[in-house]
């Protein structure tokens, strides 16, 4: 009976350990809030939020060093970043679309560091 409970413990333990889930160090999404439609022109403008859930609780990264990458946006006014919970952050960013070659716009957010960082991002299109 004991190296049956013994052996179910091993195998448990076996499985744990080797599942090969992801697990990032940062859920990033974002989304628009205001102004938001289909399709964009140019010059118009709109309200992004920024939300990160820090899942290793402890993160040696600053929230001020989340890097954003545009394509086709630039950034006119943005609030710091507000704590909404104790691993939950977010941040506005008021965006104005700019001529792109493609179509496309692309806003993204990453967080860099040893547990794996964290990546978000956001595509939209232009009317053509």
Request: glycine residues 6%; contains cysteine; proline residues 2%.
């Amino acid at each position: 009976m004991k190296t049956k409970w013994i052996l179910i413990l091993l195998i448990a333990f076996f499985t744990l350990s080797f599942n090969s889930t992801e697990a990032s160090a940062c859920e990033i999404e974002i989304e628009v809030t205001k102004g938001k439609k289909e399709t964009y022109q140019v010059g118009d403008t709109l309200v992004l939020l920024v939300k990160v859930a820090l899942t290793h609780r402890s993160c040696p990264v600053k929230m001020k060093e989340t890097k954003f990458n545009m394509t086709g946006l630039k950034v006119v006014k943005s609030t710091p970043w507000k704590q909404k919970g104790s691993n939950d952050w977010e941040r506005k960013l008021m965006v104005v679309v700019k001529e792109t070659k493609d179509g496309k716009l692309n806003l993204s957010a990453v967080r860099e560091c040893e547990k794996d960082g964290g990546f978000g991002s956001i595509k939209l299109d232009v009317a053509q």
